[in-house]
């Protein structure tokens, strides 16, 4: 009897045929939309349960996580791929993630596609902004070196002893960078992708991204955390400030290709609440060592608030505070869909002094967009002085050594005075000076 059942239910599985959202028909329909998402299960589980795999390190691991990612995805993608392109749709292949694009959508092939057998779900994609305003352009930035937020966080203490960030490579993934810029010129480590316009090195004309890698790293008047570091980036997001699904997804995978690699990559953008479609890209990173930094979000002061993907339980997301210690009233607060502790910090995000878009001008920027990249630098500097620890060490040594500013408004679940963590401060807010050990 078992036996018979166990037949039953492969041959159901084996006839099962594709679901497409309803929402994306309604716009096919109405010709709104002819790009949709297929998604097939993702593989990460395969990934993770192979000991040969985790048993490797470095370089080497990196190449065969790759490889198997992309031999895994295709022979999975292969059935679903030959019946689009017979149905005389454009298909676009990625293997961070188990997805394909499919371009040239119309209702009629939208319902031939459903009926292809297999177990994959046809939705629309997820298209995703900055987080970060820009309020006053044209700063004088020599009133304050370093700027304020540098300083708050203890920076500078590190430089005078241990490291200014010397060998840490950080990978943003933004409006792209000014490499005109003289703060950030001298750290580029020469890896760039442009899904968007294909300029064959860095620019950025919306100035988002200058600003945050800035932050990370600038080299002049003090806005940078870890001034010695190096950078790489990928435009994910275009001129407007919004990024898609696709092109993030192609960011992602730039991450583990790149030479060098990143060992932090720096995200100041997202949207929506408990979305898990960045989490098979954010694994892969993980899996090849990468530390992923996210904002969580500038849709505050409601409780509940938190982006994504800054609100998964596998990045650190990080929340905005001003020069009074205070979270500022824009950036999101916890706790996470899943009831998880987010944001996991705050960092300096308000009033924000950093590159903009000119040869050696600065602009004041506000958001979580600036909070996140305050983290990166302190993350870079970390581990160009510990430079074989991980992603625990770090989220160990920066949460135990985290500033905890009096609660004055925690009242998202968590109002007993005193208490850390809580869905505000996440741990409270870093100072790399302490979580190095000075
Ligand atoms: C496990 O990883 C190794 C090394 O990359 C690879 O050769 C092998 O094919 C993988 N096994 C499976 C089942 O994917
Ligand atoms: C910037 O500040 C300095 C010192 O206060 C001042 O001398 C200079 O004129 C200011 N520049 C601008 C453009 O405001």
């Known amino acids: 009897m078992k036996y018979f059942l166990l037949i039953i239910s492969a041959v159901v599985a084996v006839t099962s045929a594709g679901h497409v959202d309803l929402a994306l028909k309604d716009k096919v329909a109405l010709g709104l939309v002819t790009e949709a998402i297929i998604e097939l299960p993702q593989i990460t589980s395969e990934i993770e349960a192979n000991t040969t795999l985790q048993s490797l390190s470095g370089d080497e691991k990196v190449a065969q996580l790759v490889s198997n990612l992309q031999k895994l995805t295709k022979s ?10 017979d149905l005389g749709l454009e298909t676009v292949q990625f293997w961070v993630s188990n997805i394909i694009l499919v371009k040239g959508l119309t209702l009629q092939k939208l319902v031939a596609l459903e009926k292809v057998e297999g177990n ?14 820009e309020f006053d352009k044209g700063f004088n930035a020599t009133q304050q070196i370093p700027q304020w937020g540098v300083e708050r966080i203890r920076a500078p203490e ?18 792209g960078v000014n490499l005109g810029h003289v703060a950030l010129s001298p750290g580029y480590a020469g890896a760039w992708l442009d899904p968007y316009y ?11 991204g200058s600003h945050v890698m800035g932050t990370v790293l600038g080299r002049e008047n003090g806005v940078g955390v870890a001034p010695g570091a190096s950078w790489i980036a990928c435009r994910g997001l275009n001129h407007q400030g919004s990024g898609t699904e696709a092109v993030l997804t192609q960011c992602a995978q730039f991450m583990l290709t790149a030479n060098p690699r990143p060992h932090i990559v720096s995200n100041s953008w997202g949207g929506g609440s408990g979305d898990t479609w960045f989490n098979s890209q954010i694994n892969a990173w993980r899996a090849a060592g990468m530390i992923p930094i996210f904002a969580i979000g500038n849709s505050g002061s409601a409780c509940r608030s938190v982006n994504s993907p800054g609100d998964q339980p596998n990045v650190i997301s990080v929340g905005a505070t001003s020069q009074m210690e205070a979270v500022g009233s824009f950036s999101s607060r916890g706790p996470s869909q899943s009831g998880g502790i987010k944001p996991d ?29 305050h983290m990166a630098g302190a993350v870079a ?12 060490d770090v989220y160990d040594a920066f949460a135990r050594t985290a500033v905890k500013p009096p609660l004055s408004d925690v009242d998202c679940g968590l109002p007993e005075s005193g208490y850390y963590p809580n869905y ?5 807010r870093i100072d790399v000076a302490a979580a190095m050990g000075l």
């Open 158 to 175: 590190v430089w005078a002893s241990l490291t200014r960030g010397e060998g840490s490579v950080v990978a943003i993934i933004d409006t």
């Open 381 to 392: 500097l970390y581990l160009a002085h510990f430079p074989t620890q991980g992603y625990a």
């Open 424 to 428: 505000v401060y996440g741990h409270g």
């Open 198 to 208: 294909a300029t064959p090195g860095p620019t950025d004309q919306q100035g988002h």
């Open 345 to 373: 910090f705050v960092a300096p995000g308000s009033n924000i002094v950093s590159c903009g878009t000119g040869a050696n001008n600065y602009v004041t920027m506000s958001g979580t967009s600036m909070a996140t990249p």
């Open 120 to 133: 994959f779900v046809v939705r629309e994609q997820n298209v995703v902004s900055i987080l970060g305003q």
């Open 76 to 85: 999975s993608q292969f059935g679903i791929v030959s019946a689009a392109q």
